[in-house]
């Protein structure tokens, strides 16, 4: 707990970091746009030298050209940019921070499920909601991101390669991540019940005679105690939930590598 509060610390501490960061990115970003490939996709059907001189003529009357008179231009869609991607880059660094604590205590808590399944996952319907918070913001950010990319060229991706980064990495990492921890805490769970339950009913038949009917019934409930905690299982996101966000992702993934490779 005290790494992570340093961790969170540190994030605000050197905020200026992230800022100059921002600039740089919205730098990359404006000449991207300036390399010609924004406004290339929009250029009427035509032999190419000319679609080209079109678009280059489209971007050099753009209110927010890297051009002679487009300063006060310039300087707003830079700031816009650079606090986009400053939010962007500080909403992962929290996530990142997130992560790390769940990855660091892992072998020192013991997670546990509610049997009784009264929120409908087990008592982890908090873990459930948070990640769908975040989840939900970065499938906005992902279709944002493919509305970005949609007028790239595969030679422009240099200058986005921060965002891109973002864009492939962020989204299935806090999927995979909290869902392989939770997969590890269910096995390490389902170890200690069963262990638990085999004991406890030993115990209990001992206590019995030799052949009697409780001893039989304890069994029998033995059996399908154990039957229930070898098919338990615990998931944080229902299948549909799964697919619905996966094709979120895929399909803007698709369209932007299909758009930026057929440029």
Same mark, same amino acid.
């Given at each position: 707990?005290?790494?992570?509060?340093?961790?969170? @610390?540190?994030?605000? *501490?050197?905020? =200026?970091?992230? +800022?100059?960061?921002?600039?740089?990115? %919205? $730098? /990359?970003?404006?000449?991207?746009?300036?390399?010609?490939?924004?406004?290339?996709?929009?250029?009427?059907?035509? @032999?190419?030298?000319? *679609?080209?001189? =079109?678009?280059? +003529?489209?971007?050099?009357?753009?209110? %927010? $050209? /890297?051009?002679?008179?487009?300063?006060?231009?310039?300087?707003?869609?830079?700031?816009?940019?650079?606090?986009?991607?400053?939010?962007?880059?500080?909403?992962?660094?929290?996530?990142?921070?997130?992560?790390?604590?769940?990855?660091?205590?892992?072998?020192?808590?013991?997670?546990?499920?509610?049997?009784?399944?009264?929120?409908?996952?087990?008592?982890?319907?908090?873990?459930?909601?948070?990640?769908?918070?975040?989840?939900?913001?970065?499938?906005?950010?992902?279709?944002?991101?493919?509305?970005?990319?949609?007028?790239?060229?595969?030679?422009?991706?240099?200058?986005?390669?921060?965002?891109?980064?973002?864009?492939?990495?962020?989204?299935?990492?806090?999927?995979?991540?909290?869902?392989?921890?939770?997969?590890?805490?269910?096995?390490?769970?389902?170890?200690?019940?069963?262990?638990?339950?085999?004991?406890?009913?030993?115990?209990?038949?001992?206590?019995?005679?030799?052949?009697?009917?409780?001893?039989?019934?304890?069994?029998?409930?033995?059996?399908?105690?154990?039957?229930?905690?070898?098919?338990?299982?615990?998931?944080?996101?229902?299948?549909?939930?799964?697919?619905?966000?996966?094709?979120?992702?895929?399909?803007?993934?698709?369209?932007?590598?299909?758009?930026?490779?057929?440029?």
């Amino acid at each position: 707990m005290r790494r992570t509060n340093l961790r969170f @610390a540190r994030c605000g *501490r050197f905020s =200026w970091v992230v +800022a100059l960061g921002s600039l740089a990115t %919205a $730098a /990359l970003l404006m000449a991207a746009y300036r390399a010609g490939g924004a406004f290339f996709a929009l250029a009427p059907s035509g @032999a190419e030298a000319e *679609r080209r001189a =079109w678009s280059e +003529a489209a971007y050099t009357s753009w209110w %927010a $050209a /890297l051009a002679p008179g487009h300063g006060a231009g310039v300087v707003v869609y830079g700031l816009f940019a650079a606090l986009i991607s400053y939010i962007m880059i500080k909403h992962n660094l929290m996530g990142i921070c997130f992560i790390l604590f769940f990855v660091s205590i892992r072998n020192w808590v013991t997670y546990g499920v509610d049997q009784g399944n009264t929120d409908g996952f087990y008592g982890w319907s908090p873990m459930r909601r948070l990640l769908g918070y975040v989840i939900f913001s970065l499938l906005l950010s992902v279709v944002a991101f493919s509305s970005l990319f949609i007028g790239m060229s595969a030679g422009e991706i240099p200058w986005t390669a921060p965002f891109l980064i973002l864009y492939l990495i962020a989204l299935p990492a806090y999927i995979l991540v909290p869902n392989r921890l939770l997969k590890s805490a269910m096995r390490d769970f389902r170890t200690r019940e069963i262990a638990s339950t085999r004991e406890e009913f030993a115990q209990a038949r001992d206590n019995c005679p030799p052949l009697s009917v409780d001893r039989f019934q304890l069994r029998e409930l033995e059996r399908a105690e154990l039957n229930h905690l070898r098919t338990l299982d615990v998931r944080l996101f229902k299948i549909k939930e799964l697919v619905a966000t996966a094709s979120v992702y895929l399909a803007s993934l698709v369209a932007t590598l299909a758009r930026i490779f057929m440029h």
